[in-house]
């Protein structure tokens, strides 16, 4: 079963969904592909600088 990312849409392989959503969600809240939010510990907010 393909996850995709909450915020962007982009499809995430199972090993990054298992590290990131453990809790069996919908998908990781953000993944690699995500400019503008990073993870924080447990929480999710905006990217402080373009990570490109």
Same mark, same amino acid.
């Given at each position: 079963?393909?996850?995709?990312?909450?915020?962007?849409?982009?499809?995430?392989?199972e090993?990054? #969904?298992? *590290?990131?959503?453990?809790? +069996?969600t919908?998908?990781?809240?953000?993944?690699?592909n995500?400019e503008d939010?990073?993870?924080?510990? #447990?929480? *999710?907010r905006?990217a402080? +600088?373009?990570?490109g």
């Open positions: 079963m393909a996850r995709t990312c909450q915020n962007c849409g982009a499809t995430v392989t090993r990054y #969904a298992r *590290v990131f959503a453990p809790d +069996a919908a998908g990781p809240r953000v993944c690699p995500c939010l990073v993870r924080d510990g #447990a929480s *999710v905006e402080r +600088a373009n990570r």
